[in-house]
Structures are given as structure tokens and as C-alpha cells.
């Protein structure tokens, strides 16, 4: 395994996706916070004074007890039963919004991750051993470290603001309650906006340090890099052989077809190429083989030991070689070039024994690559190809 020195590379992003799939994603702690303060600070200001009354009213209803509710147990019990679900109802909005207010700043910044994995037993952990190392390491140490110092700057943001407005709490015994209360709510909600700002401030500077050390956890080193290109890609060795192997089966499969073909057009040595034509299941005559050089011979011999015409052609079966793939139909151009062949072909199944004359064929010269048509891709085979062959 390479060294944590070696991996100086960005994550590919396979790599990013297999972490996620793991469930590691990068996540802020601090942004969490932020917005369970901000959450709070805003319930303070908004709906704390229906609240406030809502208890009030709870309160109350608890403390009042009629002569029907004393003497009667069951009803006693059903006047309980109230009061609970009542507080509980409070309790249970409230704690839902702290909720939504968590999963939806963990979704804004590490996005939605569903991963298994994350959450299946891992007996590994549970190792004392192990557990300790995890606990006495360096990221853990910069955890502990920012989480204190983010402890002492929220404090001492709400110290410094009390202590600029303790003034005004001085004068509350010396006012009625309903104000005294209001300036104590006032002070109070000033210190705790102090604290959430600085929250704000922390968060702002720890989701891109948290991202940035997420994509430097998952760095990779060149020999990473070429494995996973290798595992994407395949072995360039073995992709090769298999090449080489679907071209033998290709050309097994052309060979086969030289015997079954109407007649074979070369050139006379360069190039040859089969044609086949079936009225009734074609809807123009198509190549079944072609080849240059050793192969054109062999697609010769195949064809002569078949019986199969062969006639040379120079300028249509370098056309046909050039401009139509193996199972391809001939284009509409060389018609008339291929049509004479072919009732050639049909002359000599009719009267064997007569010497029919060839026909002198001709092809457009924009297609044939000798008089200023494009240059047919001439390709050696392999030499294990050619040993075979």
C-alpha cells in the first residue's frame, strides 16, 4: 500500500463513489450546531411568547382540581392523562423541528447518502485494543481541540455580552415583574444572538475545511490511479488476446461462408472479395468474405476447391474491398458493376460446359482507390493470426 506521502492525486470519482456507497461522506459537526442554535434563538423570538402562555395554561389547568376530579379516581387518572399528552404535544413539535433542522444540515452540505454498510455490525470495533488507538490519534486530537476552542469563543461571546449589558439587568428589581421579566428575556436573547453569530462564523470556516479534508482522505497515488484505470479499462494484455480471439472467430466464421458464396471478384493477388445474392432473402447482394494478400489466396483456394466462379476484377474488388464491410450490402453505385458479375455467374450455372467470355467491368472512378477514390485500410494480421492462418 502506498504511503500517505504518495498519495498527492485528487480522487477519481469512482473513488468518491465507492466512499459514499461505504457511507462516508463529508459531514460539519459545527454547521449542526449553528442551526440548532439559530433554530432556538429563532422559537425564542417568535413563538416563545405563545408558549410561554400555552404553559402558563397547562400549569394552571394542572394545579386546578375540582370536588368531582378528587372524589372520582377514574377521573383523576383521564385529568392526567390530559396534562401529559398536552406537555407531550409541546415536547414532540419542538423536538421534531430540532430534528428536521439536523437531517436537513447534514442533507445541505454531505447531501443524501442512503448506505447500508454504514449501519451493519462491525464486530471489528468493539476491540478495546483498537478503540483506544482510535481514540488517542491525531484527527481525534484537532476534534477535541477545535471543539474546546469553539466552546471558549461561544462563551466568551455571551460573557462580553452580558458583561456590556449588565447595566440593564441592575435595574430590575426596581421595576414590575411583567418588565423586569421582559428586560431579563431581552438581555438574555441578546447574548444567546452573540453566541449563535459566532456558531455562524466557526460553520462558515469548518464545511469547507471538513470538504477539504474529506478529498484529502481520499487522495490517491499513481499506482492507485493505474489499478483502478486497469479494473475500469480491463488488462490491456487481456483485452489484446480477446481481440484477437474475436477476430480468429470472425475470420473462422468469413472462411466458412467463401464456400456458399456465388462468386469470388479479385484482384488478382491483392485483394479478393466473396459475393452472395439470394433473391428472396436479400434485398441486394452482400459481401460474405474479402481479405488482401494471404488471405485473399486462401479465400481463392476455399472458393476454386468449392466450385465457386472467381473472376478478376481489379477495379470492382478493390470498390467492393474499400467500400463494404463483411455482411454489408453493395451500395447502389456499383449495381450495375456487380450485376454483370452475377449474370456471369448465372450464364456459367445454366451452360457449364460452354466457355462463357468474362465480362470487362467497370466501376465509377470515385470509388475504385486506384484512380483517386479513397485508400482501402490494408492491415497485416497478427503474426499468432498469421502462423494459424
Known amino acids: 500500500m502506498a504511503d500517505n506521502a504518495d498519495r498527492n492525486l485528487p480522487a477519481s470519482a469512482k473513488k468518491i463513489r465507492k466512499a459514499r456507497e461505504e457511507g462516508n461522506v463529508p459531514r460539519s459537526r459545527d454547521l449542526g450546531h449553528f442551526v440548532a442554535m439559530g433554530l432556538a434563538a429563532a422559537l425564542l423570538f417568535t413563538v416563545m411568547p405563545s408558549l410561554t402562555s400555552y404553559s402558563q395554561r397547562l400549569l394552571a389547568d394542572g394545579l386546578t382540581f375540582d370536588h368531582a376530579t378528587i372524589a372520582s379516581p377514574q377521573l383523576s387518572g383521564e385529568h392526567a392523562v390530559g396534562l401529559f399528552t398536552r406537555g407531550l404535544m409541546i415536547v414532540m413539535i419542538v423536538g421534531g423541528l430540532f430534528m428536521a433542522a439536523a437531517f436537513a444540515s447534514n442533507i445541505a452540505f454531505g447531501g443524501w447518502n442512503l448506505a447500508m454498510k454504514a449501519v451493519t455490525p ?3 470495533r468493539m476491540n478495546p485494543i483498537a478503540g483506544l488507538g482510535r481514540m488517542f490519534n491525531f484527527h481525534q486530537l484537532v476534534t477535541v481541540l477545535k471543539a474546546s476552542l469553539l466552546a471558549i469563543a461561544v462563551g466568551f461571546a455571551g460573557t462580553m455580552y452580558l458583561k456590556n449589558h449588565f447595566s440593564d439587568l441592575g435595574g430590575v428589581l426596581t421595576v414590575e415583574l411583567p418588565d423586569g421579566l421582559a ?49 475500469s479499462e480491463g488488462n490491456a494484455e487481456v483485452k489484446a488476446k480477446m481481440k484477437q480471439k474475436m477476430r480468429e ?14 462468386i469470388v471478384v479479385m484482384n488478382p493477388t491483392h485483394y479478393a472479395v466473396a459475393l452472395k445474392y439470394d433473391q428472396e432473402a436479400m434485398g441486394a447482394p452482400r459481401v460474405v468474405a474479402k481479405g488482401t494478400d494471404r488471405l485473399a489466396m486462401r479465400i481463392r483456394d476455399l472458393a476454386r476447391d468449392a466450385g465457386v466462379p472467381v473472376l478478376e476484377a481489379p477495379p470492382l474488388a478493390r470498390a467492393l474491398y474499400t467500400h463494404v464491410e463483411i455482411d454489408g450490402e453493395v ?17 456459367l450455372r445454366a451452360a457449364p460446359n460452354l466457355n462463357v467470355r468474362a465480362p470487362n467491368v467497370s466501376v465509377p472512378p470515385e470509388l475504385d482507390p ?20
Do not use: C, I
Open 122 to 124: 462491525n464486530f471489528g
Open 183 to 231: 428586560t431579563v428575556g431581552r438581555t438574555l436573547g441578546g447574548g444567546f444572538l452573540a453566541m449563535v453569530g459566532v456558531l455562524a462564523a466557526w460553520a462558515m470556516v469548518d464545511v469547507p475545511w471538513q470538504r477539504k479534508q474529506f478529498m484529502d482522505k481520499l487522495k490517491m497515488s499513481k499506482q492507485e490511479q493505474k489499478q483502478e484505470h486497469k479494473e
Open 249 to 262: 472467430m470472425a475470420k473462422r466464421r468469413m472462411m466458412k461462408a467463401v464456400p456458399a458464396a456465388d
Open 331 to 347: 451500395p447502389a453505385m456499383l449495381f450495375a458493376a456487380v450485376a454483370q458479375v452475377l449474370a456471369w455467374v448465372y450464364q
Open 370 to 389: 486506384l484512380t483517386g477514390g479513397p485508400k482501402p485500410k490494408r492491415r497485416r494480421p497478427p503474426r499468432a493470426a498469421s502462423a494459424s492462418a
